[in-house]
């Protein structure tokens, strides 16, 4: 590989580190004072974004998760209603694109053969009905840029391990932009649009500072790599980060692992529960924080092995069958940015402990080029 691994022992391990670095690289040039720079995500941005009565969105694997967070942050921020599917399935669907549809494609190699067939497919369908393409790519001059109007580089720089980080972080920090882009033309309040980009421009540093955990949980994988499953909890924009965590963790470890919507745990999941089943959740503190600790209480009253990722201001302590790892205070809408980085580090020191190929996980391609 021309890129080197430096000092770390594996390409996955330097991708994670190098995230406050690939995050800073997605934000420069993109933020003033108090908004987001329409104009610095291409010509025509300002025309297609202010034009956008709905977006479709549309990836595979980490990508597709990326996309999930997004659909939280462009409801909630822009009010734009938003859908989000998987490229494999979009595309073989008699898709329904009402009038004012953007579609948004994500993917780091802008080559995934579903995600360009599913823009194809959309373009040749109903084509009347899209306002345009928008790709969030890690690859310039790719073929998901060539054929989109509009591209927005996440600027992650090259990723070589298979299983994706600072590109799943980079895609979450540009769709951000993209959910304050779309709050700006659609008349949302300045005031939190201006607070969230001062929370921006600290991200890096704050990426940094949770990256400052990686020993702790290094300690804590040893006691996870004899697991047989896993399951993961989230709430809210959490939850696609726990399916994130759960993905990471079978990919390179292979360790069977799920997520859920804690809210869904008493339809299904709480049955698999008992002292052999460890349960990863996410706590930041938001408006779901106590409903999430109610959550983990069920989990706790059947014997289930708890570790908590939580806000230092959550009140989670230690305690008998839960482990909690404070995560350094963040805001809710970055929340999900901040809590990957935790769930990489887990999933990278248990496949270490487990010794398989971190890089080169069996059966799994970097890029899937076919169908
Ligand atoms: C493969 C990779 C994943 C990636 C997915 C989508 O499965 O192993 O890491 O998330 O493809 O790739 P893309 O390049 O479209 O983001």
Redesign the pocket.
């Known amino acids: 590989q021309a890129v080197g691994k430096g000092e770390f022992e594996h390409y996955m391990l330097k991708e994670i580190h190098e995230q406050p670095v690939a995050v800073a690289n997605a934000l420069e040039g993109r933020l003033g004072s108090d908004q987001v720079l329409i104009e610095a995500f291409g010509p025509q941005a300002r025309q297609l974004l202010g034009r956008t009565r709905q977006i479709h969105l549309v ?6 998760h990326a996309g999930m967070v997004a659909r939280y942050w462009i409801e909630a921020l822009a009010g734009v209603p938003c859908q989000v599917e998987i490229a494999s399935e979009y595309r073989y669907r008699d898709v329904v694109a009402p009038p004012g549809t953007l579609l948004l494609t ?7 053969a579903d ?1 360009l067939a599913a823009l194809r497919h959309a373009r040749k369908r109903q084509e009347e009905n899209y306002v345009g393409t928008l790709a969030i790519c ?1 690859v310039p001059g790719s073929s998901l840029v060539r054929e989109s109007d509009l591209s927005l580089m996440t600027h992650a720089g090259p990723e070589i391990g ?3 980080t600072k ?2 972080t980079t895609q979450l920090t540009s769709l951000m932009l993209v959910a304050l882009a779309l709050r700006q033309l659609h008349g949302g309040d300045r005031d939190l649009t201006a607070r969230l980009v001062h929370r921006l421009r600290y991200l890096p540093t704050l990426l940094g500072d949770t990256l400052q955990l990686d020993g702790e949980i290094a300690a804590l994988a040893k006691g996870f790599a004899d697991y047989r499953h896993t399951l993961f909890l989230g709430r809210g924009a959490q939850m696609p980060i726990a399916l994130e965590g759960a993905l990471k963790l079978k ?1 390179i470890s292979y360790i069977h692992a799920e997520a859920y919507p804690a809210g869904e745990l008493k339809h299904g999941p709480l049955a698999l529960i008992d002292g052999s089943m460890p349960v990863v959740a996410l706590a930041p503190m938001d408006e779901l924080i106590d409903k999430l600790k109610s959550n983990l209480q069920e989990v706790r009253a059947r014997g289930g092995q708890l570790l908590v990722f939580a806000d230092p201001e959550s009140g989670l302590e230690q305690e008998e069958g839960m482990t909690v790892v404070k995560v350094p205070g963040c805001c809710r809408f970055l929340a999900p940015i901040v809590y990957t980085l935790p769930l990489q580090l887990l999933a990278y020191h248990v496949a270490v402990v487990r010794g398989t190929d971190v890089d080169q996980p069996r059966n ?5 080029t076919v169908e």
């Open positions: 990836a595979c694997g980490t990508s597709y994500l993917s780091q190699s802008g080559e995934t995600t890690n298979v299983a994706s590109a799943f990919e799994l391609a970097k890029s899937v």
